[in-house]
């Protein structure tokens, strides 16, 4: 019986690729599931054999202490050289579309709290 290795939502591709690289190299035996046309079903990565998972736990939780530890030291020199994305970078690039996502943010709040302000 297959068990849920690791979820995919939400994960970067060079992420996927990467674990799966990983448990490939490790021979151990997995299977993808994908979200589907409308995106409701679960992507995850499944074990083909229970006996496998506590190593390739061990596997993708050291993997993931190394890329969160890597993602940092790139946050870091990205902010040191003035590289990091920023509320300011994000409008300078595009106020047009800046201006419009806050608008709208703006407009939901006040739609959300009208109600429970008003006397």
């Given at each position: ?91 300078t690039e595009n106020p047009s579309r800046f201006i419009l996502y806050m608008g709208l ?15």
């Amino acid at each position: 019986m297959s068990k849920l290795l690791f979820k995919m939502h939400h994960v970067p591709e060079d992420e996927a690729r990467e674990v799966r690289e990983l448990l490939a190299s490790n021979k151990i035996e997995f299977f993808e599931t994908f979200a589907g046309n409308w995106g409701v079903s679960m992507p995850a990565l499944w074990l083909k054999k229970k006996g496998q998972y506590k190593h390739a736990r061990r596997l993708i939780d050291d993997y993931q202490q190394q890329r969160s530890l890597k993602m940092r030291e790139e946050y870091e020199q990205e902010k040191q050289s003035g590289e990091a994305k920023t509320l300011w970078h994000s409008f300078t690039e595009n106020p047009s579309r800046f201006i419009l996502y806050m608008g709208l943010a703006i407009a939901i709040l006040y739609f959300s709290l009208k109600f429970f302000l008003s006397f």
